[in-house]
């Protein structure tokens, strides 16, 4: 895990109510402000979103016209997300299962900084069924979440919690990815996720504006969001356990989130407040063929998306100038192969312009016994080496220390990796952790 720890960490809490508070009594034109503290979320262009929904539509219409789980289209269409993340700094992973004799795939994005103990995550699930593209089921709420993970990374936003994102594999045959991801996830990583946003189905033809009525913060948050427009909202209750959020609930992680409606009927009074044809599905084409991108109503499309990052910015609190002092580390555990090659762990140092700092702290924490078998090298982004330790220490245990480099001739932007390897048999260890500091 890669993550950049802020040197100031605000009090969330109060921010995120400081950002409630301050959302209700806006007029119904304007934009809701955001509360003194809690950074602007920026405004989700709808183009984009659209233009995300147009490659799918393209996707499915390659493979066989659909996206669904098991078929070319999904793990094009996972392909597809994960290229752009990676090129916009997220640290990805792609989680595989297998269902209905056919491998799935989760995908997993990080933003890199935050507090990795206060995670805020939001995920859409990306596979529809075998009948039609699934733009709108659920294209709107992958593309939706795409767009808005981008504007954080635009944006060099740095909230106080860490900003997770996931694609869900096979959530139209049970729930199967977002289960499995949960049902793996160690009780410990579990209870850093601090709130679960869901967004299946956000641009429905004939929409309606519902809010999950689960976590209450999480659903006054979007509710207030609305009402800062104008617009009433219904509370979901259809969809009660039939996406994605259900197995982060049932696990006690709070959640949250929007829906534009599905194959039920809109009502007279719902189309007085929202407009629309009341006796119509909010979505005629749901689960067939006729999801594609004509089956998109844009002002809903666009409300959500923007609702969905004013949801994500308020809720990690958090600004959008980087601190002056930037950490990033990797935590993640690397066995070193006993005389054998070596390994690395590696930060992504994102959002700290120009070159890096004459006096740039490496914070190297390797478990080993004699340390003296050790080789132990910074790389920088274009592949220069800084030798740390050369196999001095003889028999003493373990490297735990921070070298000042003067790194000043490299750009800090990129993949910075700590280099070890052990040139002597018998002795053992692992890279427990690797840190840089910007001053
Ligand atoms: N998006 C649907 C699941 C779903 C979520 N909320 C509702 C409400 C009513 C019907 C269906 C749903 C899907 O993935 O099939
Ligand atoms: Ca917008
Ligand atoms: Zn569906
Ligand atoms: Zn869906």
């Not at 109510?17 to 920026?42: D, F, M, V, Y």
């Not at 629309?276 to 998109?296: E, K, L, P, V, W």
């Not at 066995?335 to 890096?356: H, K, L």
Request: glycine share 10%; charged share 15%; net charge negative.
């Amino acid at each position: 895990m890669n993550i950049s720890v802020p040197r100031r960490v605000t009090a969330v809490a109060a921010l995120a109510a400081l950002a409630l508070a301050g959302l209700t009594g806006t007029s119904a034109t304007a934009r809701p402000a955001e509360a003194a503290g809690a950074a602007a979320a920026p405004d989700i262009s709808l183009a984009a979103v659209k233009q995300h929904l147009t490659d799918l539509q393209s996707i499915a219409t390659s493979n066989g016209g659909n996206r669904a789980h098991g078929r070319a289209g999904y793990k094009a269409s996972i392909d597809f997300v994960k290229a752009k993340l990676d090129a916009a700094g997220y640290t990805t992973s792609l989680q595989t299962f297998t269902t209905s004799g056919a491998t799935g795939y989760n995908l997993i994005a990080d933003w890199p900084g935050g507090d990795p103990n206060q995670v805020l995550m939001s995920g859409s699930h990306l596979d529809s069924v075998t009948s039609g593209p699934g733009i709108n089921d659920n294209g709107s709420g992958s593309a939706a979440i795409l767009e808005t993970a981008l504007a954080v990374s635009r944006a060099g936003y740095q909230p106080s919690k860490h900003l997770r994102f996931a694609w869900w594999g096979a959530e139209e045959l049970g729930l199967v990815g977002s289960k499995y991801y949960v049902n793996n996830l160690a009780t410990t990583e579990r209870s850093k996720i601090k709130g679960y946003l869901n967004f299946d189905m956000i641009g429905s033809p004939n929409p309606g504006y519902f809010v999950y009525d689960d976590d209450p913060t999480i659903e006054k948050t979007f509710k207030d969001y609305y009402a800062g427009l104008g617009i009433q909202t219904e509370i979901e209750t259809e969809g009660d356990g039939r996406s994605d959020h259900a197995p982060f609930k049932n696990v006690g992680v709070p959640v949250g989130g929007l829906f534009s409606g599905a194959d039920y009927t809109k009502t007279s009074a719902q189309a007085q407040k929202w407009g629309g044809t009341a006796g119509q599905a909010f979505d005629r084409c749901y689960h067939s063929s006729c999801d594609t991108t004509a089956n998109i109503n844009d002002t809903a499309l666009d409300r959500n998306s923007d609702a969905i990052a004013h949801a994500v910015w308020t809720l990690s609190a958090g600004s959008t100038t980087p601190p002056t002092g930037k950490v990033f580390e990797n935590t993640a555990d690397v066995s070193i192969p006993d005389n054998g090659a070596a390994v690395t762990s590696t930060v992504n140092v994102t959002g700290v312009t120009g070159n890096a700092p004459s006096n740039l702290a490496v914070g190297v924490d390797i478990v080993h016994t004699y340390k003296g078998d050790l080789i132990v090298d910074l790389v920088a982004p274009d592949g220069s080496v800084y030798n740390l330790h050369n196999r001095t220490g003889g028999s003493a245990d373990n490297i735990v220390q921070t070298y000042t480099v003067n790194a000043s001739s490299e750009v800090a932007n990129g993949a910075w990796k700590l280099r070890v390897q052990d040139k002597a048999s018998a002795d053992t260890g692992y890279i427990n952790a690797f840190k840089l500091t910007f001053p």
